[in-house]
């Protein structure tokens, strides 16, 4: 059973940093793709940022520049580097695995949350 564990998420004043940190276990494989996604209250969940397999990565435009995406292999655990940060940052961040570059999001984490205050 594959399980993706969040953590890092927390509260910080505007233009601070987190890292994000999720955990994989029950791939018999290494997914082709992981990523990040983020949803506020009362907003649809938005994609962050995804990296596959050969270590190609793509962002959201709003995060460009800002966050970076990285996995360490060796430790089954995909990060998010968050820099710069900003109040319409604030949302409840997932961890998503997947088969496919475009789909990225077979499996998902119980999110962790992350609070921007100006």
């Known amino acids: 059973q594959v399980q993706l564990v969040e953590s890092g998420g927390g509260s910080v004043q505007a233009g601070g940093s987190l890292r994000l940190s999720c955990v994989v276990s029950?791939?018999?494989?290494?997914?082709?793709?992981m990523g990040w996604s983020r949803q506020a209250p009362g907003k649809e969940r938005e994609r962050v940022a995804r990296?596959?397999?050969?270590?190609?990565?793509s962002y959201a435009e709003s995060v460009e520049g800002r966050f970076t995406i990285s996995k360490d292999n060796a430790k089954n655990t995909l990060y998010l580097q968050m820099n710069s940060l900003q109040p319409e940052d604030t949302a409840l961040y997932y961890c998503?695995?997947?088969?496919?570059?475009?789909?990225?999001?077979?499996?998902w984490g119980q999110g962790t949350q992350v609070t921007v205050s100006s």
């Open positions: 990296i596959n397999m050969q270590g190609g990565t």
């Open positions: 998503a695995a997947g088969n496919t570059w475009y789909g990225c999001n077979n499996y």
């Open positions: 029950g791939y018999t494989d290494s997914p082709y793709c």
